[in-house]
């Protein structure tokens, strides 16, 4: 696993849902219990809209096909909303400075985790940028409603609830929230199968389908003329190539 996917892997469901989770807990145990309903409704908001973009892809095919748009990334979302969000709340009683900093610096890795959906092919430019700014819009409008709180819970408990999450990281298996969406998406739309991005002709897995179906013709093509040079076959009719199944070419 390389750099790109460890960073990818910090912004899944199974990292920033317990932080999220650890957030409103640490919340709630100091008794700051309209700041923790504020937070889970502006999370769970946008959890929501996150969700019911890819279900309208995935069930009705809505979706901007001229920027491979087909529903807004969940993990920039919930990195670039719950990181920021717990560094300002776990540096809250240290130095102005120091707090500020730390709260940059959870939008850097936030904004890296972003990246990293693009480098690994998980997401368009246009998801991306779809999700980060509603993740920092979350993240903004937290810090704002919770700037003139002066009764917090001490920082230190929100780091002991984050623990276990960082020390089970490196075996955590992906929930499949991808899974559930296209079930949902099927059982809301009445269809079959999913709608892919496979149906738009111009999008990079149609392009990469094709280039993969003249690959494989070409090579089957060049050992046919080997062997007809080796003698091992005839020449005859050429036989018709069969175009595979899209969706079993890209499992």
């Known amino acids: 696993?390389?750099?790109?996917?460890?960073?990818?892997?910090?912004?899944?469901?199974?990292?920033?849902?317990?932080?999220?989770?650890?957030?409103?807990?640490?919340?709630?145990?100091?008794?700051?219990?309209?700041?923790?309903?504020?937070?889970?409704?502006?999370?769970?908001?946008?959890?929501?809209?996150?969700?019911?973009?890819?279900?309208?892809?995935?069930?009705?095919?809505?979706?901007?096909?001229?920027?491979?748009?087909?529903?807004?990334?969940?993990?920039?979302?919930?990195?670039?909303?719950?990181?920021?969000?717990?560094?300002?709340?776990?540096?809250?009683?240290?130095?102005?400075?120091?707090?500020?900093?730390?709260?940059?610096?959870?939008?850097?890795?936030?904004?890296?985790?972003?990246?990293?959906r693009i480098v690994v092919h998980a997401h368009s430019v246009s998801e991306v940028l779809s999700g980060a700014p509603l993740g920092l819009l979350v993240a903004a409008a937290f810090l704002w409603?919770?700037?003139d709180a002066d009764h917090l819970a001490m920082s230190r408990v929100l780091v002991v609830l984050c623990i276990p999450v960082l020390l089970v990281l490196p075996h955590v298996e992906p929930i499949p929230t991808e899974q559930w969406m296209e079930d949902l998406a099927l059982t809301l739309s009445g269809h079959e199968r999913p709608f892919t991005r496979l149906e738009w002709p111009n999008s990079r897995q149609s392009v990469q389908l094709r280039f993969m179906q003249q690959l494989r013709a070409r090579q089957m093509e060049q050992q046919m003329r080997q062997r007809m040079q080796r003698g091992v076959v005839q020449p005859g009719p050429r036989p018709p190539w069969r175009t595979p199944d899209p969706q079993q070419v890209l499992r």
């Open 1 to 116: 696993m390389n750099w790109w996917h460890g960073l990818t892997l910090l912004g899944s469901l199974a990292v920033t849902g317990p932080v999220g989770i650890a957030i409103a807990v640490w919340l709630m145990m100091g008794k700051s219990w309209r700041l923790a309903a504020q937070w889970c409704l502006l999370f769970g908001g946008a959890m929501a809209l996150v969700v019911a973009t890819k279900v309208a892809f995935i069930g009705w095919g809505i979706g901007i096909e001229s920027v491979e748009f087909a529903g807004i990334s969940g993990h920039a979302m919930r990195a670039c909303a719950v990181f920021p969000v717990a560094a300002f709340l776990a540096f809250r009683h240290t130095g102005k400075r120091l707090h500020w900093i730390a709260v940059a610096l959870g939008v850097v890795l936030a904004l890296l985790i972003s990246y990293s």
């Open 145 to 147: 409603l919770a700037s």
